[in-house]
Nanobody, 120 residues
Framework: QVHLVESGGGLVQTGGSLRLSCAAS????????MAWYRQAPGKQRELVAG???????TYIDSVKGRFTISRDNAKNTVYLQMNSVKREDTAVYYC??????????????WGRGTQVTVSS
C-alpha cells in the first residue's frame, strides 16, 4: 500500500504562483509514474500533468508554459509548480501515483486532494 500526502494548496491571486507537493510513503514499493489531476466544481476530474520514471512529462494544453511537474525520486515526492495562475485553475488538485508493490503487483493510488483557489 502507498500513502500519499499533498500539501501546498491555498488561496492565490491571479498571476501569482503556488507549489504543490505530494509525498508517497509505504513499504516495499517502487514508483513508476506520478501525476497531478484536478477537479473543479461541476466538472470531471482531468489530468493536469504527468511525469514518468525517466522524467518524460505531459501537460494539459491549458497549463503548458505555466505549470511544471517534477519529481524527487530519493524523497518519493512529486511537485507541481504553478505560475501565472488563472481563475480557471481553481480546483481540488489530486496527486496520483502508479507503483509496483512487492508481492502484490502494480497499483494506482490517490491522495485526498488539496484545494487551490485563485482570486481576482
Amino acid at each position: 500500500q502507498v500513502h500519499l500526502v499533498e500539501s501546498g494548496g491555498g488561496l492565490v491571486q491571479t498571476g501569482g504562483s503556488l507549489r504543490l507537493s505530494c509525498a508517497a510513503s509505504g513499504s516495499s514499493f517502487s514508483i513508476y509514474a506520478m501525476a497531478w489531476y484536478r477537479q473543479a466544481p461541476g466538472k470531471q476530474r482531468e489530468l493536469v500533468a504527468g511525469i514518468t520514471g525517466d522524467d518524460n512529462t505531459t501537460y494539459i494544453d491549458s497549463v503548458k508554459g505555466r505549470f511544471t511537474i517534477s519529481r524527487d525520486n530519493a524523497k518519493n515526492t512529486v511537485y507541481l509548480q504553478m505560475n501565472s495562475v488563472k481563475r480557471e485553475d481553481t480546483a481540488v488538485y489530486y496527486c496520483n501515483v502508479g507503483a509496483w508493490i512487492m508481492g502484490t503487483g502494480p497499483g494506482d493510488y490517490w491522495g485526498r486532494g488539496t484545494q487551490v483557489t485563485v482570486s481576482s
